[in-house]
């Protein structure tokens, strides 16, 4: 078990930000993934960000690019939300799994990782 515990959520306004953070205790291994999710009502988890121990880091979501970065530091990692617009609205979460050899990037499907944080929800307002 990998606890994972997700802070920073909350509600603001269209053009603000918020930065979330995740502690992943039990960490010591260097080959990791880690990834942020998101889940608005209705619809399925998607990947926002993901990052391997190395630092490469992957956004497979068109609609955050430019505006979100993924970061880490040591076992806490790090969603950096800017120019938030309403349709960013949804519950996110954080993932671990151990990163497998040959994977370069660390993949987005939500299906792919073991280790869920509870989740912190995100509000934007227009």
């Known amino acids: ?15 603000g930000s918020l930065r979330l953070s995740c502690a992943a205790s039990g960490y010591t291994d260097s ?3 880690m990834g942020w999710f998101r889940q608005a009502p209705g619809k399925e988890r998607e990947g ?3 990052i391997t121990s190395g630092g490469r880091m992957l956004y497979p979501t068109d609609s955050v690019k430019g505006r979100f970065t993924i970061s880490k530091d040591n076992a806490k990692f ?10 960013d609205t949804a519950m996110y979460y954080c993932a671990a799994r151990p990163r497998l050899g040959w994977e370069y990037y660390c993949p987005s499907g939500a299906n792919l990782y073991n280790y869920w944080g509870q989740g912190t929800q995100v ?3 227009s």
């Open 1 to 15: 078990q990998v606890p994972l515990v997700e802070s920073g959520g909350g509600s603001v306004q269209a053009g």
């Open 78 to 87: 790090y969603l950096q939300m800017n120019s938030l617009k309403p349709e």
């Open 31 to 33: 080959g990791y993934c």
């Open 48 to 50: 926002v960000a993901t």
């Open 123 to 125: 509000t934007v307002s």
